[in-house]
C-alpha cells in the first residue's frame, strides 16, 4: 500500500504548513518588503528529507519485515492474497 497522489500533495502541503510557521518571513533585498518563503526556499533551508520519502521508506521496510517472517505468519497472508470479491457500496448495514 503505497501513497495516492492525493495523499502525497496533501502531506507537502502539511510538510510545507510546518517549516512555515517555524521559519519568520524575511525581508525582500530588492523591495524591502517582508514576504514569505517560497516552497524551494524553505526545502533549501531545511536538510532533512521530505516526508513522503521517509513514510515510501519506511511502507517498504515493513512490507521487507513481513516477507521476511515468510508464511509462519498472518501478515503475509494480507500481503500476498488477492480479493475474492469486492467490497459493498455504501455504509455497513447493522
Known amino acids: 500500500m ?3 497522489l492525493m495523499e502525497e500533495r ?3 502541503v502539511f510538510e510545507n504548513r ?3 510557521s517555524g521559519m519568520r ?3 525582500d ?3 524591502g518588503k517582508w514576504r514569505k518563503l517560497h516552497n524551494e526556499e524553505l526545502t533549501g533551508l ?3 528529507p521530505n516526508i513522503i520519502r521517509v513514510m515510501k521508506s519506511s511502507i517498504i521496510r515493513g512490507a521487507g519485515h513481513v516477507t521476511c ?3 509462519r505468519r498472518g501478515a503475509y497472508g494480507v500481503l500476498v492474497a488477492k480479493s475474492e470479491r469486492k467490497m459493498q ?3 455497513p448495514r447493522l
Open 18 to 20: 510546518v517549516l512555515r
Open 89 to 91: 457500496l455504501g455504509r
Open 2 to 4: 503505497l501513497l495516492t
Open 29 to 31: 533585498e530588492v523591495t
Open 46 to 48: 531545511y536538510s532533512s
Open 25 to 27: 518571513p524575511q525581508r
Open 69 to 71: 517472517n515468510g508464511e
Open 10 to 12: 496533501r502531506l507537502r
